[in-house]
């Protein structure tokens, strides 16, 4: 990470779903962040949320009588063209990489929607109420839908020009399941530092991966990315790099030599809940330094400050290499 973290402390990674119960839409918040590191990890999760993650979609539709799209049939009110339009909006979860073949047989007088195609036990369909075609009196449809597993785009011309296939009508393929995504940038404070960042992340998908495992997969295929180009055998200036361990060694080093003028770190960058944080606070304690100088037996004296406020500061000091005075030390 920056070496700026070592300052301010480990962003936090908050989620916050949109509506309760509904893993599809959900908002990330990461602060606080360097300046300019909030537009570059947004940009780029945005990016590849919305170009590279896997997803099912239809690619090829077979209907019986039919030659091409540009056709109708008697008694069916959409065109042929208008029920590919419509094919193009379902919302598919498909586990296995095997294309399938779902089927739709049907006679009027129905109203046909998603809910019947015949799929297998590979494939679920997500939006059952989707709108397919309206069938009149006497009017019947045998459709072969094709189903595929992929990422990005399929144009349906080029695939057409690679396997023309009689009677099979091939498919703009959308697979991406992110139906939307946008960043926010805002200005984010640690003690005395004003010019850092807050990345807000908002991630809506079709329910193929819900928000977190989608924003997950962004992430890690990221990573595998920027991994092929580092070695974690040769670390570049080292120096500038955010090292938290040697950044605790160098506080316990400096407790050691009792400096001439005694350093003030914020209480703030260890991210502390906001009740333990304002009883520390209220206590006259606002620094990590004077912070390792209390006593169990001394943090238990404020007000407001619980078992649960101890037991944080005790795991948050320990993430650190720092520990709270000795009972037996006096203060």
Avoid: W
Wanted: with cysteine; aromatic share 6%.
């Amino acid at each position: 990470m920056h070496i700026i973290q070592e300052e301010i402390g480990l962003p936090t990674f908050a989620v916050s779903p949109v509506k309760k119960g509904d893993d599809r839409h959900a908002v990330f918040t990461i602060a606080p962040l360097p300046p300019g590191y909030a537009m570059t990890l947004g940009n780029g999760l945005r990016r590849v949320l919305l170009s590279s993650l896997p997803g099912a979609a239809v690619t090829s539709v077979r209907i019986g009588g039919v030659q091409h799209e540009y056709t109708t049939l008697k008694g069916i009110r959409e065109s042929i063209l208008d029920i590919m339009l419509n094919l193009k909006l379902l919302q598919l979860r498909k586990h296995s990489k095997t294309p399938e073949v779902i089927t739709l047989q049907a006679k009027g007088p129905s109203v046909i929607t998603a809910a019947d195609l015949n799929v297998t036990s590979d494939i679920e369909v997500l939006n059952p109420d989707l709108h397919l075609m309206t069938l009149e009196k006497g009017a019947s449809i045998d459709m072969q839908i094709t189903v595929e597993k992929g990422v990005g785009y399929a144009s349906a011309s080029e695939r057409n020009k690679k396997q023309n296939e009689p009677g099979l009508i091939y498919i703009d393929a959308i697979f991406t399941p992110v139906v939307k995504v946008r960043f926010d940038v805002d200005a984010a404070r640690v003690g005395q530092r004003t010019d850092l960042e807050k990345l807000t992340l908002d991630v809506q998908t079709s329910g193929s991966l819900s928000a977190e495992e989608a924003v997950q997969f962004a992430s890690q295929l990221l990573q595998s990315y920027f991994g092929y180009f580092g070695s974690e055998k040769k670390v570049v200036e080292p120096e500038f790099i955010a090292d938290f361990s040697r950044t605790a060694a160098q506080h316990v080093d400096d407790a050691s030599h009792t400096p001439m003028k005694e350093s003030y770190t914020p209480i703030e960058i260890l991210n502390f809940s906001p009740r333990t944080l304002n009883a520390l606070i209220n206590a006259g304690v606002g620094s990590i330094e004077q912070l390792t100088k209390c006593t169990e037996a001394t943090l238990s004296n404020f007000r407001g400050f619980g078992a649960k406020a101890l037991d944080e500061v005790k795991r948050t000091l320990g993430d650190r290499a720092l520990k709270l005075a000795d009972d037996n030390l006096d203060v």
